[in-house]
């Protein structure tokens, strides 16, 4: 992870609402965090052996016309609420995957839409499971449901992840919201408020500005709940768990793609 000094943010462009919706929250976190923004469309085309040439005196027909309309349309989108954020764009040969994970060495951050038929969810969800957030070279977001909600940053507590906590206090700072921490069912209520203090007291140490407002005990172990725990987030913090013969890599655990099934909020997945 990098921690340049204008984040680059880049974000994977494609034909769907849901596509529209990261470009937004992305615009949105750039503009808060003082970022730039990346537009990428992976052009799977040439690859599958398609005629991708414009129609005889059609002018802006063909494939290679309509991704360049994509990211003209997705400039526009940043446009209309951050005339003066920084945009670059690019139209890469290949398939999603691989092209995002080439995209996000040189990314501090990576986001993408939520679902959608035809979407990049459909590759990483599921059959995939989420290949692109376990082989990214940076944090991912996947953005889910409304953008630019005024809640808190929902952060779900892990035993041994750190690197998220620091993640969470930068983003509340930045956005100037507390955080709302979410414990697992068998956290017992000293517990949870042992775990609140404690966390609490590591994000004053470098954030004094940032309140840990509250901790929650989900009602079980299931997304679902994990969700309903933190309903009120604009924004879900969770760590990615890394595998052991993955050869670092972050491992996508079944429970974490049901989460971003459920999940009604942008979830962020940060490498620890």
């Known amino acids: 992870m990098t921690h340049s000094a204008a984040p680059r943010i880049t974000v994977g462009v494609f034909d769907a609402d849901e596509s529209d919706q990261a470009v937004r929250?992305?615009?949105?976190?750039?503009?808060?965090?003082?970022?730039?923004?990346?537009?990428?469309?992976?052009?799977?085309?040439?690859?599958?052996?398609?005629?991708?040439?414009?129609?005889?005196?059609?002018?802006?027909?063909?494939?290679?016309s309509a991704a360049h309309?994509?990211?003209?349309?997705?400039?526009?989108?940043?446009?209309?609420?951050?005339?003066?954020?920084?945009?670059?764009?690019?139209?890469?040969?290949?398939?999603?995957?691989?092209v995002l994970v080439e995209a996000s060495e040189e990314s501090d951050l990576l986001v993408l839409g939520g679902r959608g038929m035809g979407r990049l969810m459909t590759l990483i969800v599921g059959s995939k499971s989420l290949a692109l957030a376990a082989r990214a070279h940076c944090p991912v977001v996947v953005v889910r449901g409304e953008v630019g909600g005024d809640g808190p940053i929902g952060l779900v507590h892990h035993d041994i992840a750190t690197e998220v906590v620091i993640r969470a206090a930068d983003l509340a700072?930045?956005?100037?919201?507390?955080?709302?921490?979410?414990?697992?069912?068998?956290?017992?209520?000293?517990?949870?408020?042992?775990?609140?203090?404690?966390?609490?007291?590591?994000?004053?140490?470098?954030?004094?500005?940032?309140?840990?407002?509250?901790?929650?005990?989900?009602?079980?172990?299931?997304?679902?709940?994990?969700?309903?725990?933190?309903?009120?987030?604009?924004?879900?913090?969770?760590?990615?768990?890394?595998?052991?013969?993955?050869?670092?890599?972050?491992?996508?655990p079944r429970q974490l793609v049901n989460v971003l099934r459920f999940a009604n909020t942008p979830v962020w997945i940060e490498r620890d």
């Open 25 to 64: 929250w992305a615009a949105l976190h750039a503009a808060a965090v003082g970022g730039s923004l990346h537009l990428v469309h992976a052009f799977v085309w040439t690859e599958l052996d398609v005629n991708i040439d414009p129609i005889s005196g059609m002018a802006g027909s063909g494939f290679r």
């Open 69 to 98: 309309s994509l990211i003209q349309d997705a400039s526009d989108i940043v446009r209309e609420t951050h005339p003066d954020l920084s945009i670059t764009s690019e139209i890469v040969d290949g398939n999603a995957v691989p």
């Open 173 to 252: 700072e930045a956005y100037g919201r507390d955080i709302h921490l979410v414990v697992r069912p068998e956290t017992t209520p000293e517990e949870a408020q042992e775990i609140l203090a404690a966390t609490a007291q590591r994000i004053a140490r470098s954030h004094p500005s940032v309140f840990v407002r509250d901790v929650t005990i989900a009602a079980s172990d299931t997304p679902r709940e994990l969700i309903h725990a933190s309903e009120d987030a604009c924004l879900m913090l969770v760590a990615g768990e890394r595998s052991p013969g993955a050869g670092g890599k972050v491992a996508a």
